[in-house]
């Protein structure tokens, strides 16, 4: 059944823009909203689930703080007991110059002041008098607020929304502690480094000391790589970890969700995973031209192909192409999205992708720049059929001859061999797996994340692509090249 024509855009101003594909960071979007869009992963069941230590582990961009936030407006709507954590809460925590096990115990009796604190606030049960009691119960947290609250509910006529939350609240002594945004400012130095791991082995012991504290914390996948090959106590926190990870499939139809729900329709999440993404299309028809017309593989292509070659499986790629195109749109006075308007907007999206990469994954190789725009083709291999594509040997060849320019060297100070700046580059999504299939099929991989802690490049038949997202950057002076060598 295709889409009634009469549901268009009547015109692409900032706030239906907006309201049509959502903010790129969830913090900044309206919580009805952002509750009404967002399309459930695998991943947000493993992590919303009540287990003692969740650690949500991600690439920058791939939705972990709209996860939480969505996570803790059921609690908040199913009267669960809980507290956000963030940066500003924990200045100065975690930052001194003491021992390992002094830092942990430092993150321990301030982590459980500020929860207390939280817990008590939310319910209108802070005072000076009783948070003072809190040292007297040895950072038992549980049932000190248990405690408190039957102290509370003798003394005290309550709100029903409170009376009802602490009720709940004492029936199960359940609280979920979510703890998000610790990359920021995050620089890679020794005691960064340092400070996360002291608090994620502070958060294990108070989860095993108080049941029924369930920390969920959310850490960039950099940052997690950092702290866990320099801190050989993490390994006890692995089993807690949770890669969040989408496919393009989800990807295509949580966009799709963003639009249905736009125009007021609700959407069968579970039949539009099972969907091919061809019989998905016409979803976008009332936004996007269906067809790309552009230049040699990419013409007359599926606009949904394009737009998804174009993302490196990040729920913000894709956003930010559709805003991207939708103001172009917007400045040629039409209310859909067409080819052209796609165009317009490649290469500022090309720029901002290398530029999050290198923000991203410098605390990892200061010199990440020289590396990833010196992967720029050369002239000999812009007349090759396929200039963006590596076999192994080519590959090293091509790293080689980057390194005549200057040696890098790790955050640590060791210097990178070819094949770990050619691990490194896969690990970030600057380069993708390739292998032809018989059939005219491409099979494309990205770094998995059980090999995500490997320094080992290892050959297993297939050649290296670097990711179209960056091509309209390397390459800017010319787009026939990047249509004429990128299979779709």
Not at 150 to 163: A, E, I, T, V
Not at 174 to 196: M, P, V
Not at 421 to 449: Q, S
Request: glycine share 6%.
């Amino acid at each position: 059944m295709p889409v009634d024509s009469r549901n268009k855009i009547q015109e692409f101003d900032e706030l239906t823009i907006s309201k049509l594909f959502g903010h790129e960071a969830a913090e900044d979007e309206d919580p009805s909203r952002l509750i009404e869009y967002y399309f459930k992963s695998d991943s947000y069941e493993q992590v919303t689930t009540k287990l003692p230590l969740r650690i949500l582990v991600g690439h920058k961009g791939i939705g972990k703080s709209a996860l939480f936030k969505v996570a803790m407006q059921e609690d908040k709507n199913n009267n669960q007991m809980m507290a956000l954590i963030k940066p500003d809460d924990i200045i100065g925590l975690g930052s001194s110059s003491k021992e390992f096990l002094q830092i942990i115990r430092e993150w321990k009796d301030g982590l459980s002041e500020i929860i207390s604190k939280k817990i008590l606030q939310s319910t209108g049960s802070l005072t000076d008098g009783n948070i003072g009691k809190l040292r007297s119960y040895g950072g038992a947290v549980v049932d000190f607020l248990s405690d408190t609250f039957r102290d509370k509910l003798k003394d005290y006529d309550l709100m029903p929304s409170k009376q009802i939350l602490i009720d709940n609240y004492l029936k199960d002594k359940s609280i979920n502690i979510y703890i998000d945004d610790l990359d920021r400012g995050w620089q890679g130095r020794k005691e960064d480094i340092f400070r996360i791991s002291a608090l994620l082995n502070a958060v294990r012991d108070m989860a095993s000391e108080n049941p029924g504290l369930n920390f969920k914390i959310s850490l960039r996948a950099d940052v997690y790589y950092l702290v866990r090959t320099s801190d050989e106590s993490t390994d006890k926190i692995e089993g807690s970890v949770i890669w969040q990870t989408w496919t393009n499939q989800e990807i295509l139809v949580m966009l799709i969700k963003r639009i249905e729900t736009f125009f007021g329709r609700q959407v069968n999440e579970t039949l539009l995973k099972k969907t091919p993404q061809d019989k998905l299309s016409w979803y976008l028809n009332p936004i996007f031209h269906p067809f790309f017309r552009g230049e040699g593989h990419w013409k007359n292509a599926p606009t949904y192909k394009v737009m998804m070659s174009l993302i490196r499986k990040r729920p913000r790629d894709i956003i930010k192409i559709c805003t991207l195109s939708a103001r172009a749109a917007k400045k040629d006075h039409k209310n859909r999205i067409d080819t052209y308007h796609l165009e317009n907007v490649f290469q500022e999206y090309s720029q901002g992708r290398l530029q999050d990469t290198i923000n991203e994954y410098r605390s990892e190789m200061n010199d990440i720049e020289r590396l990833l725009l010196n992967m720029k083709p050369n002239k000999k291999e812009k007349q090759t059929k396929l200039g963006y594509l590596y076999n192994t040997n080519d590959l090293m060849k091509k790293i080689d001859n980057i390194q005549e320019t200057g040696k890098f060297h790790f955050a640590n100070g060791r210097l990178a061999t070819n094949k770990e700046l050619a691990a490194f580059m896969y690990k970030i999504n600057f380069l993708t797996a390739r292998r032809d299939i018989e059939g005219g099929i491409i099979d494309r991989k990205y770094f998995e994340e059980n090999r995500y802690l490997s320094n080992e490049f290892t050959e297993f038949g297939y050649k290296w692509e670097v990711h179209p997202a960056y091509r309209w950057v390397l390459q800017p002076d010319s787009k026939w090249d990047i249509y004429r060598n990128y299979i779709l």
